[in-house]
C-alpha cells in the first residue's frame, strides 16, 4: 500500500476528509504523469557509458593526437555543451537541464587538467578545484535542485581548508592549525547560507550550504577532540582564530537579525554557537581531558537536535540523535576502554548498542514532538 493510500485511509478515518475527497485525490493523483526518474536515470547511465567509452578511445590514442586539436576539441565540447544546457533552460527541462550543468562543470575540471598537462604548469589538486570553483560560480547558482551546489560547495569547500592549511601565504595566519580552519569553515557555510536564502530563497544553493554548514560542523567536533591537531604553542598569537571569530560575528549578527526564526530559536542558535567555540580553546588553556570534549560534543550535538526539531526537520532531528547516540557509545568506550577489550566488555557493548537503538526506534516521535513544543 503506498504512502498516500496509507494517509487517505487514516484521514478518512479521522474524519479529517470524506471519502468522496479522498476518490477525487486519488483521481487527481492518478491523473498526474508518471514520474521520470526511471527513465532520467537510464538516460543519465547510458550517457555515463558513452562517455567513458570515449574517454577510454581518446585515452587509448593520446599520445598521438596533437595538443592544438586535444584543446580544439576540448573548447568545442565546452561550447556543446555550454549551448545544450541553456537551451535546456530556456525549455524549461528541469532533469535534463541539471544533468548538462553537472556535465559542463566536469568537463570544466577536466579542461583545467588538459591545459595544466599540456603546458606543464604543475599545482595541486586542491589547488584546481579552487581555481575551478572560482571560474564556475556563477554556473553553479543557476541550478535549481541540491546536487549540483552541494558537488561544488564541497569542491569549493576541499580546495578552501587545504589551501588554508597548505598554502605559504596564507602560514603567517593559520599556522597550520587544523582547529582553526575547521572551526571557520561551518561558519563560512552558515554565512554563505544565509546569504543565499536572502538573495535566492529555499533556491538549490541555500539548501546545499545549509547541508554543507551540519556536515562541516560534524567534522569540525570530531577535529576539536582531536587536541594534536590544534599546533598552538605557547606564547605564538591568536591570529590563526581570528578568521573564526570575525566569521563567528557575522553569523551572530545574521542570527540575530533574522526574521525568520523565533527568539527562543535564536537564542538556542547563539548557545550553540558559544558552546561550537569553546572546545578549539582548551588546548590554548592546557586542557586534554576526553571527557571534557566529550561533553561539549554532546551538548551542540543535543542543542542542534532540538533546533532542528523546532523547525519540524524531523528526519534531521533523528539522524543527530543518531549521531549522539554514537557519540555515547564512543565515550563508554574511551571511560572503560580496557574492559571493552574483554569478552565481557564485548558483551556488554553489543548490549549497549542494541539497548540504544531499540530506545531510539521506540521514543524518536516522542523525542522530537517534546523538543518542537519545548521552543514554542
Not at 479522498?22 to 514520474?35: D, F, L, N, Q, V
Not at 596533437?66 to 556543446?80: E, S, Y
Request: charged share 15%.
Amino acid at each position: 500500500m503506498s504512502k498516500l493510500e496509507k494517509g487517505l485511509k487514516e484521514w478518512v478515518a479521522l474524519g479529517l476528509i470524506s471519502s468522496d475527497q479522498a476518490a477525487r485525490i486519488r483521481h487527481h493523483e492518478a491523473a498526474k504523469p508518471e514520474a521520470s526518474w526511471v527513465l532520467s536515470g537510464l538516460l543519465l547511465l547510458g550517457a555515463g557509458i558513452v562517455g567513458i567509452g570515449i574517454i577510454s578511445l581518446i585515452a587509448a590514442n593520446w599520445n598521438e593526437i596533437p595538443d592544438p586539436v586535444k584543446l580544439g576539441g576540448d573548447f568545442l565540447l565546452l561550447t556543446a555543451l555550454a549551448v545544450a544546457t541553456f537551451r535546456s533552460w530556456e525549455a524549461k527541462k528541469a532533469i535534463q537541464f541539471e544533468a548538462l550543468l553537472l556535465s559542463f562543470l566536469i568537463l570544466c575540471l577536466a579542461s583545467i587538467g588538459l591545459i595544466s598537462q599540456i603546458y606543464h604548469t604543475g599545482g595541486k589538486l586542491y589547488q584546481a578545484l579552487l581555481l575551478w570553483s572560482l571560474i564556475t560560480f556563477g554556473a553553479a547558482i543557476a541550478a535549481r535542485r541540491t546536487a549540483v551546489p552541494f558537488l561544488w560547495a564541497g569542491a569549493f569547500l576541499t580546495g578552501l581548508v587545504f589551501t588554508a592549511l597548505d598554502s605559504v601565504a596564507l602560514q603567517p595566519i593559520f599556522q597550520r592549525d587544523y582547529h582553526a580552519v575547521f572551526m571557520a569553515v561551518p561558519l563560512l557555510c552558515a554565512g554563505l547560507t544565509v546569504l543565499s536564502k536572502g538573495l535566492a530563497e529555499e533556491s538549490g544553493p541555500t539548501r546545499a550550504f545549509r547541508s554543507w554548514t551540519l556536515i562541516a560542523g560534524l567534522l569540525a567536533l570530531v577535529v576539536a577532540e582531536f587536541p594534536e591537531l590544534s599546533r598552538y604553542k605557547v606564547g605564538e598569537g591568536q591570529t590563526a582564530l581570528v578568521p573564526g571569530y570575525v566569521l563567528g560575528t557575522v553569523a551572530a549578527f545574521g542570527i540575530w537579525r533574522s526574521f525568520g526564526y523565533r527568539n527562543i530559536q535564536k537564542k538556542l542558535l547563539l548557545l550553540t554557537l558559544g558552546l561550537f567555540f569553546i572546545p578549539f580553546h582548551l588546548p590554548r588553556v592546557g586542557i586534554e581531558a576526553p571527557l571534557t570534549y566529550a561533553v561539549l560534543t554532546i551538548a551542540v550535538l543535543s542543542l542542534v537536535a532540538i533546533f532542528l526539531a523546532s523547525l519540524k526537520e524531523r528526519r534531521l532531528f533523528q539522524l543527530f540523535l543518531s549521531f549522539l547516540s554514537l557519540r555515547f557509545l564512543v565515550l563508554y568506550f574511551q571511560a572503560f576502554g580496557g574492559l571493552a577489550t574483554t569478552g565481557v566488555g564485548l558483551i556488554i557493548s553489543g548490549c549497549l548498542v542494541i539497548a540504544l537503538a531499540v530506545l531510539w526506534n521506540r521514543y524518536r516521535t516522542e523525542l522530537a514532538v517534546w523538543a518542537e513544543r519545548w521552543v514554542q
